[in-house]
Each structure stands twice: as C-alpha cells, then as structure tokens.
C-alpha cells in the first residue's frame, strides 16, 4: 500500500463481552513483523461466530482474548503489503488463503505436524484478535496457502469448514477399503465437505444422514451413494437410525461414522452403527454425551475420537483438492452491509451451503 492507505475501514465487531456485535469503523492494521497485509475477498461465516459475543469476560480473559475484535476466520484475499522479517512470503498481488487455527509454530504439537492441539492457539483470527469480515486483515506468513487461480470465495469456506471435515475423514481413511461404508451424519457445510472427501480420497460407499430433504438431496450432488433421513425427538430413533444403516451394510455395520450434529441421539446413533475394528468421530458441537455400558455398548475395538480443528497440513490438502477440480464450495454470497442477514440465515438454517461474505 502507499501513501494513500486509509486510516479506517468498516468492519463487523465484538465491541464488549456479551454485546451483539456490529458494524462499525476500526483501524486498518500494519503488518508486524513476520506478518503480511492481506486484502480480504472472502469471509466464510461460521457457527462458532454466533456464541463469540456471547463469552463473559472472565472465560475471554482465560483464552487470551482481548475485545474489541473484527468477527471473520475463513479468509482468502490478496497480499498487498509485507512487514519486517518475511522472507519466503508471497509477493504482492499474490492470492492466498489463511490458515483458520492458530498455532505458534514452536511447541512439541506444531513441530510434529500437529499443530491443531498447539496450546498457544486459543485466540486467533476472529476469535479474540481481528479477522476478516473488513476489507484487510494481517496474518503470519506461516498461515498463507496460495490460491494458484483459485477463486477465493470458494477458498475461503475451505479453510475451516473444509479443513476440519478433512480432519475428521483423513482420521478414519485406515478403515476404509472397497466395500466399505462410510456414514455422515448432519450434510450441512462441514457435513457436506465430508461426502466429498470420502468420495475424493476412499473407494468406499457413503451414506449421508440429516433431517432436511435439501440437505440430502444437495449430499447426493456432492457424491453421496445413499441417503437416509435423520431421526425424530423420539426416544428409539437412535436405535432406529443405527438399525438403518446396519440394513444398508447387511447387519455388518459401518467402517465409519462421522456425527457432525453432536446431539445425545446422534452419537448414540452413530456409535451403534460402527462396526467392530471401526471408527466414530464427533465432529458437531451440540454438547451431546454417550451413555454406554462397556461391555455391549461399544462397537468391539472400534477407535471412538473427537477433536477441534484441523490442521495447516490440512487446509493445504483441501485447497490442493479445490484447485484440481475434485471438491467443491457450496456457497450463498453477501456483501459486508448485509452482514447481519447473513448470521441470521445461517441461525435459521435457511442457507443452502456455507455463507460467504465479500468485503
């Protein structure tokens, strides 16, 4: 940037603990040192987004969060200016995608690729520090990806709803050969990018599972095989659900199952479809609990995992499989005035895929 830099920008913020946030003026930040300035493009809108400014400050101020903050952390755009100290970062002009999680780099997890368990990471980009839903935002250059053509509306969804899907599927590829069935539970953003990962990187069938006929029929676009609508507020429909998907597998069971919804029913769903030496990863964050005896309960030797997050490994691989054609960005687009309307219809659940807002 020259001379000409402006001194603010609009942005969408969390002004103070438990506010709603909104739009409003903030700087336009320098660059640090080790940091690039990046014009934003594209902002995917998240879930997560809609709790932030509902954190008391005594749990902010546990995490290393500081208000006020610029809401955004799915982000492509274009490197316009380099800080001190960034050899090796992308030229100016260069389009990228910015690493959703934050990590330090430094720590025993980050040094051995896993980095999406770094302790240091709890703030980031739109959590706790400034993210992307304003026209310019700064990063690390260790969490750039170039774009390589890639259009970065559908990029941004990517970095986290797409990596974190990834995470959970590159975890149960080891149980998956041909033959085998793999089952989502909840096709909606992350659910969605699931059925294509297991269609782009395993031989086996999937099953997609959710309770919205759109939902389905977009999973089948996606490449899902099978589809099964999801189960009712009774209590013998996760039986019933488990029951189902055993039926498509001839009594066998599942290889896999991912639960991107969290409920109660869900994970008690899910893990009764797996078969033994299989796998159940919960994904979905609706605080649901498994109540199972030991014995009986549980699929046998079956590996049962949750996480949050994904990897830079990971969102490297997702942008690689976008830029070769083999998965793809389901979106509805917003510009940064109607910012609010978008979170609204994301709450609703009227969106068709992954909101993304254009600064």
């Not at 995490?63 to 903050?69: A, D, E, K, S, Y």
Request: hydrophobic share 45%; net charge negative.
């Amino acid at each position: 940037m020259t001379s000409s830099r402006p001194s603010t920008m609009p942005a969408y913020r969390v002004q103070d603990w438990l506010e709603q946030p909104r739009l409003t003026d903030a700087p336009v930040p320098l660059p640090g040192r080790g940091e690039v300035l990046v014009a934003v493009a594209a902002n995917g809108l998240c879930h997560s987004d809609l709790t932030m400014s509902q954190i008391p400050a005594e749990i902010g101020a546990a995490l290393g969060w500081r208000v006020p903050f610029t809401l955004g952390h799915e982000i492509a755009g274009t490197v316009v200016e380099h800080g001190p100290d960034t050899a090796g970062a992308p030229p100016p002009g260069t389009g990228v995608a910015l690493v959703s999680p934050a990590s330090c780099g430094r720590c025993r997890y980050c040094l051995t690729g896993r980095d999406s368990a770094c302790p240091n990471g709890l703030a980031g980009r739109g959590y706790g520090q400034d993210g992307g839903l304003a026209p310019f935002v700064v990063a690390p250059v260790r969490s750039l990806i170039p774009l390589n053509g890639l259009d970065p509306i559908a990029a941004a969804p990517l970095t986290d709803a797409g990596a974190t899907s990834y995470h959970a599927v590159r975890r149960v590829l080891p149980v998956l050969g041909p033959g085998d069935t793999a089952v989502v539970i909840g096709v909606g953003g992350l659910g969605g990018f699931a059925v294509q990962h297991l269609r782009a990187c395993s031989p086996a069938r999937v099953v997609a599972v959710d309770v919205s006929a759109e939902r389905l029929a977009t999973a089948r676009e996606l490449g899902a095989d099978e589809t099964i609508t999801g189960i009712g507020p009774q209590p013998s429909a996760p039986a019933q659900l488990a029951g189902a998907i055993r039926e498509l597998t001839g009594g066998e069971g599942a290889a896999a199952v991912l639960d991107f919804v969290g409920t109660d029913a869900t994970i008690a769903a899910g893990v009764g479809a797996v078969r033994p030496f299989g796998a159940f990863g919960l994904v979905g964050a609706a605080g649901g609990q498994l109540r199972a005896p030991w014995y009986g309960g549980l699929p046998k030797d079956a590996e049962i995992f949750t996480f949050q997050g994904s990897t830079i490994a990971d969102a490297q691989a997702v942008i690689a499989l976008a830029a070769a054609g083999r998965i793809r960005s389901v979106v509805d687009v917003f510009p940064l005035d109607a910012v609010a309307e978008a979170y609204r219809a994301l709450h609703e659940g009227t969106l068709r895929g992954r909101a993304v807002v254009t600064p």
